[in-house]
């Protein structure tokens, strides 16, 4: 079953297998293992070149856009690579191709690009990285690779952009990782990642075993781990099939497109994610004078949504976002209900005082000079916490 599921997965990925060939891969708990085996692999190859160049190996280098999810900054720490991180700039969010060639040197083991940004979606232009990459490798006779994060978009792009270029058609990706329980509809603990060819996971990083009756090669930070999740992702990959895979992409980037549309009807919102990538939406309110994405997201939980309120990272920190992710599950009359229930709290937030406006009461204070930031900060949060709290006792919302 983990056999079927590797090679399936790397004929989706369009990789350059032959007929009888056997798809290099393995089935880990999820995208961030994936990703510390797929940095290993890059970080040991390009260490075996170094030593046979005569050049120094000691300080390997990634590039990443500053939108990359925590676990590529665990495997930079974890295992001793330099993280070079292309900063966000206000309305580019995701890492940009040019920036990131720029910062490539003879000791970057590769580029990583996302296929679907944790912070809005948005696919990063894998084509137009492996097009300028060609181009300075060429130029400096280098051979940097790329690696696709497609922790979320793996499951996606195949089925709604097949005509998008972001796997094993672009020559410089060599590895891609991909979670089977995000989009590849399958509960938590199972992940993917596909090496181009055999030339690209260094033997060393390889171990054989022969205990359980026959040699069986391994190559995971993990150790035992249940099988439940390989079975899953084989039968939904069986039952499904592409078109099955296809219809329910479609269904959740349709009611993607409701809740955008919902949201853009109220005039309070501005929108961040992209009609084309993950079905997500990301959004910010318009103003921010009287309350915050923050408010609004503690009010939703009273009517049973819990949706992050989360800032950018550098240089678009004194951005804010709400994010509500469309999965399977979620129905075009979830959606409308959401909406419903963001105009419940807009409404709410109109008549309860500003935050700003308490906290310059509570600025005019007696001794208010002496406190700390932190602690004017904490000051003013529980007066408004106890407004909104005498508030509720009133109006009768529970």
């Known amino acids: 079953m983990h056999n079927c599921c590797v090679n399936m997965i790397a004929h989706l990925f369009n990789a350059p297998l032959g007929e009888s060939e056997t798809a290099i891969e393995?089935?880990?708990?999820?995208?961030?293992?994936?990703?510390?085996?797929?940095?290993?692999?890059?970080?040991r190859k390009w260490q075996n070149k170094?030593?046979?160049?005569?050049?120094?190996?000691d300080k390997p280098n990634i590039v990443?856009?500053?939108?990359?999810?925590?676990?590529?900054?665990?495997?930079?720490?974890?295992?001793?690579?330099e993280l070079k991180e292309v900063k966000l700039s206000e309305g580019y969010?995701?890492?940009d191709p040019e920036k990131a060639v720029e910062m490539v040197d003879e000791n970057t083991i590769c580029v990583a690009a996302i296929l679907?940004?944790?912070?809005?979606?948005?696919?990063?232009?894998?084509?137009r990285l492996n097009d300028l990459l060609l181009e300075k490798n060429k130029k400096t006779g280098w051979d940097t690779p790329i690696h696709v994060d497609a922790a979320s978009g793996g499951?996606?792009?195949?089925?709604?952009y097949p005509e998008l270029e972001w796997d094993f058609r672009l020559p410089l990706v060599k590895s891609i990782n991909v979670s089977g329980h995000k989009y590849g509809l399958v509960y938590a603990g199972i992940g993917w990642v596909i090496w181009r060819s055999k030339e690209e996971l260094p033997d060393e990083l390889i171990f054989h075993i022969n205990y359980l009756g026959a040699d069986q090669p391994t190559f995971t930070l993990n150790f035992s781990k249940g099988s439940s999740q390989i079975i899953a992702q084989y039968y939904q990959l069986i039952r499904l099939g592409f078109e099955g895979y296809k219809n329910i992409m479609e269904n959740c980037q349709e009611n993607a497109m409701v809740l955008k549309e919902g949201l853009e009807k109220t005039e309070r919102f501005n929108i961040f994610s992209k009609d084309n990538g993950v079905p997500l939406v990301a959004f910010s309110l318009k103003d921010h004078s009287q309350h915050n994405e923050f408010e609004i997201s503690d009010m939703l939980r009273r009517f049973g949504w819990i949706v992050p309120a989360y800032t950018m990272p550098p240089d678009a920190q004194h951005i804010t976002v709400l994010r509500v992710v469309i999965r399977e599950d979620f129905?075009?009359?979830?959606?409308?209900?959401?909406?419903?229930?963001i105009v419940?709290?807009?409404?709410?937030?109109?008549?309860?005082?500003?935050?700003?406006?308490?906290?310059?009461?509570?600025?005019?204070?007696?001794?208010?000079?002496?406190?700390?930031e932190l602690e004017v900060q904490r000051k003013f949060t529980d007066a408004w916490r106890k407004f909104v709290a005498n508030k509720k006792k009133t109006n009768g919302v529970c």
Not at 26 to 43: N, Q, R, T, W
Not at 50 to 57: H, I, N, S
Not at 155 to 160: E, G, M, T, V
């Open 26 to 43: 393995v089935g880990i708990v999820g995208s961030s293992e994936a990703i510390m085996l797929a940095g290993l692999a890059f970080k």
């Open 116 to 127: 679907g940004s944790t912070l809005n979606g948005e696919f990063e232009d894998v084509k």
């Open 331 to 341: 129905s075009r009359t979830l959606a409308e209900r959401l909406v419903i229930d």
């Open 344 to 372: 419940k709290v807009l409404h709410e937030l109109d008549t309860l005082p500003a935050k700003v406006n308490a906290k310059i009461e509570i600025s005019e204070e007696k001794g208010i000079e002496n406190k700390t």
């Open 50 to 57: 170094m030593r046979a160049l005569g050049k120094p190996w």
């Open 155 to 160: 499951f996606i792009a195949p089925f709604l």
């Open 93 to 95: 969010y995701v890492m």
């Open 64 to 81: 990443t856009g500053a939108n990359v999810q925590v676990c590529w900054e665990k495997f930079a720490r974890y295992f001793e690579v």
